[in-house]
Structure formats: C-alpha cells, structure tokens
C-alpha cells in the first residue's frame, strides 16, 4: 500500500433528502435518503431503508461504482428500528441529519479523499449510526 493512501471501514454521509414511499395496494413502506459523502471526496450516496420482521436480523450492503461519484447503500431495519427513524426524520432538524457506517472490509482512500478503487466493489455493511440533531 502506498504512503499517500489510508484506510478506512466507515463512511460518513449527511442526509440531504427524505421521503418514505408507500408501494403497491399493500403500501409497503420504503425510506429513499439522498446523503452527500463527509470522508470521501466528491461523492453522493443514495441509501434505501426497508422495514424487516422484529425476529429478522439487520443487515445491508453498499455498492460503489468505478466511474460515478454515487454509492448505493440498501439496508433492512426492524420494524420498530424503522418507524423510529422514521418519525425522527419526520421533524425539523436544526442541523443535517449524519449516518456512518461500519463496513466490513476497509476502503482504500488518499489523504485527498478520493477513493482508490480499480473496479466495481460490494461491502457488506456491519453496523450503522445516527447523528440526529436535537437543538
């Protein structure tokens, strides 16, 4: 590994836009976050939050293109986790909302920011927080 390069297992993002959708005649609930990235460079991530069984366990994955500053996290939360974040997001928040994630293999990125990738890679994500605003 090069001396300009670090590595890194979480991703830092601050939630642009929310909105929960409601699909089909089940309305089957769905939360879509536009979140712009802290720790790495010049990139967006488009996150979607799905609603589990309580006996289910968490779990999600993040994509990331070579050749677009977008990621793409997908995730599922237990029903209860997700109406939670749900009415938090609901509110008005006197600052952006920020989400950081754990993922289970580290990213390479230089002292820039930007990532080092050569192709399209899949991490799984491990854990996850909120930075929810309360005054």
Request: charged share 20%; proline share 5%.
């Amino acid at each position: 590994m090069s001396a300009d390069l670090q590595l890194t297992r979480t991703i830092h993002m601050t939630v642009q836009t929310a909105e929960k959708r409601l699909l089909g005649y089940k309305a089957d609930a769905e939360l879509n976050l536009s979140c712009t990235l802290v720790n790495i460079a010049r990139g967006n991530c488009a996150v979607s939050i799905y609603p589990i069984a309580d006996f289910a366990t968490p779990s999600g994955s993040l994509e990331i293109e070579v050749r677009r500053p977008v990621m793409n996290l997908a995730f599922n939360l237990q029903q209860a986790s997700f109406d939670k974040l749900c009415d938090a997001l609901a509110q008005h928040q006197p600052r952006p909302v920020d989400l950081i994630i754990l993922l289970d293999n580290p990213l390479q990125v230089t002292i820039d920011g930007d990532l080092s990738i050569q192709e399209k890679e899949t991490h799984n994500v491990r854990d996850l927080s909120w930075r929810i605003p309360l005054c």
